[in-house]
Structures are given as C-alpha cells and as structure tokens.
C-alpha cells in the first residue's frame, strides 16, 4: 500500500477552535508527518487547524500536496508556497484528488467539511471501495459525540458493529503516528 514516499491525507477544520490543545496536537501532527518522511496532503488552506498543520510540516522540512477549490481560495487563504498546489473546480474534486494521493487518512477536530470528508472515506471503506486507514485524533476528546452517536446508529439498527473497525482512534499525535508507522510499514 505504501508508495516510496508515504502521504497522510489530513482532514481539519478551517478554524482553530475554541481549544488551543487542537492547535498543539494540528502543529505536532505537521512535525510528525515530515520527521517520518511522509508528505503531508492537505485542503492548501492557509488558516486554522489546516494552516497549522501544513506550516509545522513545512517547517519541519516536509514536502506538502494542496488541494483547494477555486471557490475556496480567498476564504482559506490558499497556500502558495506548498511543494505542489492543485486548484480544483469544486469540492468533491478536491475530495478526491487528496484521497487518490495519500496512503492514509487523518482526521483532526473540524466541523461540517471534516465530518464529510470522515464519513464519505468511512462510507467508502465499508462498501470496500479502499482499505486505506482512516484514523480520528482524539485531541481532547474531541470525537467523543462522534463515537457515541455511531454506537447509537448501530444500537438502533442503521449499521453493523463492524463499522467501527474500518477506522481506528487515537488519544494523541503520538499513539497516531506509531499507528501509521505500522500500518504503512
């Protein structure tokens, strides 16, 4: 599955949130993802947790693949500087061509746009189109709702159990990157 250069597709909000420890775990998560080799691919947006985590990697020596839609580029402040910028006419081109570059998705704390991207790549993963790891950083908690609401689908009947092993959760940077050492391995 790994390629000579592994690329970690990262999912996150456009904000920063209201808690500084997403901040903290977005910039370790850029440092990690260049000081492993990997290449970070990312939505090139240049503001809240997306611009933290591509300038830590950058800073870090990393190579990093934007991708942003030509709708989006004022209003996330697309990155120019990045190794390679890809300017897509619309979202779901976007999506994809982040998914068809990487090896590995990383979902950090977001909002709507990040609960898309998650579900869209689990939806996918389920009716087996990939078997790439997708993987939620936890950062404070974060995703708790998220985990409790899928436990309610599948009580309720809407999903099977096996749903949650199509991706993996992870309390820190560090427990994630030690994931994907061995996943990509």
């Known amino acids: 599955m790994a390629r000579a250069l592994a690329s970690i597709c990262v999912f996150c909000g456009a904000r920063p949130g209201l808690n500084p420890a997403h901040t903290v775990a977005a910039r370790e998560m850029g440092t990690a993802i260049a000081a492993n080799g990997w290449r970070l691919v990312y939505g090139a947006g240049d503001v809240g947790l997306m611009g933290e985590v591509a300038r830590a990697a950058q800073s870090a020596g990393g190579p990093t693949f934007g991708v942003i839609p030509t709708h989006l580029l004022g209003a996330e402040r697309g990155k120019r500087d990045l190794t390679q910028l890809v300017i897509t006419e619309d979202m779901h081109e976007r999506k994809k061509v982040m998914f068809m570059n990487s090896d590995a998705v ?47 689908i599948i009580a309720e009947g809407f999903a099977d159990p096996v749903v949650k092993t199509y991706f993996s959760v992870a309390a820190d940077v560090a427990e994630l990157t030690a994931a994907l050492r061995t996943a990509l391995s």
Do not use: C, M
Not at 117 to 127: D, G, R, S
Not at 131 to 142: F, Q, T, V
């Open 106 to 152: 990383v979902v950090l704390p977001g909002g709507a746009g990040s609960l898309d991207e998650f579900f869209e790549v689990l939806t996918w993963a389920q009716i087996g189109l990939h078997r790439k790891p997708i993987y939620l950083l936890n950062s404070a908690g974060y995703w708790a709702p998220l985990l409790a609401l899928l436990d309610h």
